[in-house]
């Protein structure tokens, strides 16, 4: 007998837990609370220069500009998070992620440092 096949929705859903898994599972992660100010950004791509503006790891991108998450998701509000290695110092490995996916990971794993103003 053959294996059922999954439903399409069951599939999307255990290909976005397993991503997530991937980026926050047995990972610790920091706030990038350095990344202040404001940066232009110009490309071909482009057609005006777009500011984006960081508060202590957190940003805004002004419409019709917007960033995408590792997961594929855009959006014009995140936070830079830079991944730490075991002994807590920074690995170079620097992520954009909106709000919401943050605090899922941290309810779910508690290893992103400084998410919560510590």
């Known amino acids: 007998m053959a294996a059922p096949q999954r439903q399409p929705a069951a ?40 500011v984006i503006t960081f508060n202590q790891g957190r940003f805004k991108i002004p419409p019709p500009a917007k960033f995408h998450t590792p997961f594929g998701h855009g959006g014009r509000q995140g936070i830079l ?28 794993y508690g290893l992103i440092v400084g998410l919560d103003g510590e």
Request: hydrophobic fraction near 40%.
């Open 11 to 50: 599939a999307l859903k255990e290909a976005r837990e397993r991503k997530f898994r991937e980026w926050f599972e047995g990972r610790r992660w920091r706030v990038m609370t350095e990344a202040t100010g404001e940066r232009e950004l110009t490309g071909d791509d482009l057609p005006v220069p777009i």
């Open 81 to 108: 998070i830079m991944e730490l290695d075991e002994n807590g110092q920074d690995t170079g490995t620097i992520a954009a992620f909106g709000v919401t996916a943050l605090a899922k990971a941290q309810q779910i």
